[in-house]
């Protein structure tokens, strides 16, 4: 394989909402550029990027791939994106890595959820963006509606670079505003143009969205501003140069417009890749830290190798893959290399490029660039692996956090040795997955993205680890507190057999201030009990306040006083006074008019407007409170506070009100009294298991 310099790399992130035509958009570009002779669908499972059995099977991304083709003496690696939500939270290591985003747009649909959520991942990592309006080869598509759309979201520097001619399913022209050229396409899905003058009808159209590019270009550029004002325009070469930094620097987002399907803009698109993308170099420096310090380092050859792996895949025939990016240095094989976090060596084996399944070797890589390596022993996605020299450390992801939760257990016993491997595989393979056995609920909890990440992971378990697991809802972590005061004087007495057992515990609890957990003291005087045993009850109380005594949950919110007591010369002792504070604890608990308290989480939802209506209707159904409403680029947003116990499987209920169109987050908020009837259900529910154990 050739090897590639640094300036000529550009590293494209193809990002957006679901079925935006990422996907049909990266097969295109690989076509066109002669990466690939024929051009591969969706819909017969044939494209380049989507090649895992489920992606075929389902027809669309689940996985974010690496591709790379050329265009002229460049290198453009491709990192093609899933856009469904379940998957979308890949697209957040993508962004990090790459030196452009390509914001995928249907042209039909316009903005959705996924497009501002891809925008404000390239916008936390600084990332420029290009916006592509695709699909115009659809019937009701319309360039200026979206590009309305856009500029509504994410405001004035969204600027057209060029239009359609024949949008609609005949269209067949760009115009390019950059040359004021047309190009015109055979709709063979041969991806290759004619270029033409701008006929006379529309010369007027081009000149005001010139006029309007070249106004922008100049704002963007105190010096460029200058000249403006002296001239009246900018120079093809001050536009051009302009242009290149203001994307650079996100003063500006330029559109493009395609149709993937029948690969009409491809090579336009290119073109402008080579001419005004960044290359990794131009980006500044990276930031890292070293023992804690924060350091910067260039994005050349001559700094020291790091490398920064953004994703795991393991793969049939060849095992766990590390897809990385050269962040400074260069690479070759044979090297090593430690990581950071663990301070292990690692050997970096056989470098390949990617595309897709497809894999080419390659001896040297060059720094900005990506590829992967095989069987690296101990690093997982989002570590560092550094030269010796200078031991950086690039800063970890945040994944979105997960919206659902479910539990599970081993459909046969014994097996929970193989499920907990299993999922930490792939966990170490999904950052966007995670996975815990929660003692208090006695649980083995998976949180993930959405309901169908959590069915492909459980599928992909039982193929790849033969082990099947049943799903049941989490339980809930409820608590337990008082509203009143309660007093007990408790006797503890056993003098059947053996050494005797005696203790007398005189305790009061009351009610404390939510959240502030279970507070013992005493307030002995005079020798009735000896203080040696003070502990003995503290560990009889705080035994008590675990196990739970209403309906078997933790106990919380409680001030226990231990005031008195009696004890016996021979038969008190540390277990006597432990049983007798418990039951001292519990008969105060039972006259203090315990209840259930619930957790409450803060509930974001994001929407279209036309499903406020239904949404806000279900919230209320669920015994949730709304507390306001606002907006988020576009789209509606409420805010809420709703009981977790009204929140499972909330992703999939939200999915389907609103057609996908919509999405939420969600976390622990405080606890609260939760209403009679309901407190009735869970207490009932436990004595229920009670005689059932019994
Ligand atoms: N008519 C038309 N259809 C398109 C175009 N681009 C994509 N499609 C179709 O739209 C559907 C979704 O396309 P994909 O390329 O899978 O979209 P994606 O953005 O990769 O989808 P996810 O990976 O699920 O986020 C497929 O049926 C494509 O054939 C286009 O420009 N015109
Ligand atoms: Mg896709």
Redesign the pocket.
């Known amino acids: 394989m050739k090897e590639y310099l640094t300036s000529e790399i550009r590293n494209l992130a193809?990002l957006?909402?679901?079925?935006?035509?990422?996907?049909?958009?990266?097969?295109?570009l690989l076509y066109t550029a002669g990466a690939t002779n024929r051009l591969g669908?969706?819909?017969d499972g044939t494209?380049i990027?989507?090649y895992n059995e489920d992606?075929i099977s389902r027809?669309?991304?689940?996985s974010s791939s690496l591709l790379f083709c050329e265009w002229g003496k460049n290198k453009i690696n491709i990192l093609?994106?899933?856009?469904?939500l379940d998957?979308?939270g890949e697209a957040k290591a993508i962004t990090r890595v790459t030196d452009l985003g390509l914001i995928?747009v249907?042209?039909q649909a316009g903005v959705e959820v996924?497009t501002e959520l891809v925008f404000n991942f390239a916008e936390a990592d600084n990332l420029p963006v290009w916006f592509i309006i695709?699909?115009?080869?659809?019937e009701h598509?319309s360039f200026e509606n979206t590009l309305k759309g856009l500029q509504e979201s994410f405001g004035k520097k969204v600027v057209p670079v060029q239009f359609p001619i024949n949008q609609g399913i005949e269209f067949d022209g760009i115009v390019n505003l950059l040359t004021a050229k047309l190009a015109r396409f055979t709709i063979n899905g041969k991806g290759n143009a004619t270029e033409e003058t701008v006929p006379d009808n529309l010369q007027q159209k081009v000149s005001k969205y010139r006029e309007q590019l070249i106004e922008f270009i100049a704002e963007s550029d105190d010096s460029l501003l200058e000249k403006f004002f002296e001239e009246g325009t900018l120079t093809d070469e001050d536009m051009k140069s302009g242009l290149k930094k203001a994307i650079a620097a996100r003063k500006l987002f330029p559109v493009f417009i395609?149709?993937?399907?029948?690969n009409?803009g491809t090579s336009l698109l290119f073109d402008s890749i080579v001419e005004y993308a960044p290359s990794p170099d131009s980006r500044g420096f990276l930031i890292g830290t070293i023992k804690g310090q924060e350091v910067k380092k260039k994005i050349n050859d001559s700094e020291s190798t790091s490398l920064f792996i953004f994703k795991t895949v393991s793969e049939k025939h060849i095992g766990e893959l590390s897809i990385f990016r050269v962040m400074s240095g260069s690479l070759k094989s044979g090297l090593d290399l430690i990581n950071v976090k663990s301070g292990k060596s690692e050997r970096i084996g056989q470098i390949y490029l990617a595309n897709g399944k497809e894999k080419h070797e390659v001896a040297h890589l060059h720094a900005g660039d990506i590829g992967t390596v095989v069987k690296l022993k101990y690093t997982h996605t989002t570590d560092t692996l550094s030269d010796s020299k200078s031991l950086i450390l690039y800063p970890k992801i945040d994944f979105p956090e997960p919206v659902i939760q479910i539990a599970v257990e081993p459909k046969s016993r014994g097996d929970e040795d193989k499920i907990n491997s299993g999922l930490q595989t792939l966990a170490d393979e999904d950052p966007t997955l995670s996975f815990h056995y929660d003692p208090e609920l006695k649980q083995t909890i998976l949180s993930g993205q959405g309901e169908l990440h959590l069915a492909i992971l459980l599928e992909r378990l039982k193929q790849k680890f033969n082990v099947d697991v049943n799903q049941q809802s989490p339980r809930i972590p409820y608590r337990e507190t008082i509203k009143k005061r309660g007093d007990s004087k408790f006797r503890h007495k056993k003098q059947s057999g053996g050494a005797g057992q005696f203790a007398e515990v005189w305790m009061y609890i009351e009610p404390a201030e939510r959240g502030s957990g279970v507070e013992f003291t005493n307030t002995l005087v005079g020798q009735n009990v000896d203080r040696v045993f003070v502990p003995s009850v503290e560990k009889g109380v705080k035994a008590a306040c675990e196990e739970g005594i209403l309906a078997g949950y933790r106990v919380t919110d409680v001030k226990a006083v231990f005031y008195d007591g009696k004890m016996h010369p021979v038969d008190s002792k540390d277990i006597a006074f432990q049983i007798a504070g418990k039951g001292a604890f519990k008969e105060c608990f039972m006259s203090a008019e315990p209840i259930l308290l619930e957790p409450i989480y803060d509930l974001t939802v994001i929407i279209p407007d036309e499903y406020m209506g239904d949404v806000m209707g279900d919230i209320s159904v669920r015994r949730g409170k709304i507390l306001g409403v606002g907006t988020e680029g576009s789209f509606q947003k409420i805010n809420a506070k709703v009981p977790l116990a009204e929140l499972y499987r909330y992703s999939t209920s939200l999915r389907s009100m609103t057609q996908g169109k919509g999405m939420h987050r969600q976390s622990f908020s405080h606890y609260e009294s939760m209403p009679r009837e309901q407190q009735e259900k869970v207490v009932a529910e436990y004595k229920h298991q009670r005689e059932e154990e019994h």
């Not at 027809?59 to 689940?62: D, E, G, L, Q, R």
């Not at 093609?80 to 469904?84: K, L, S």
């Not at 395609?258 to 029948?262: G, I, L, T």
């Open positions: 193809i957006g909402h679901a079925s935006s035509g990422k996907t049909s958009l990266t097969e295109a669908r969706i819909d494209t990027s989507d992606e027809k669309f991304s689940i093609d994106t899933p856009g469904y998957f979308i995928v249907n042209g996924g695709n699909m115009l080869d659809k598509a395609a149709s993937a399907h029948n009409i």
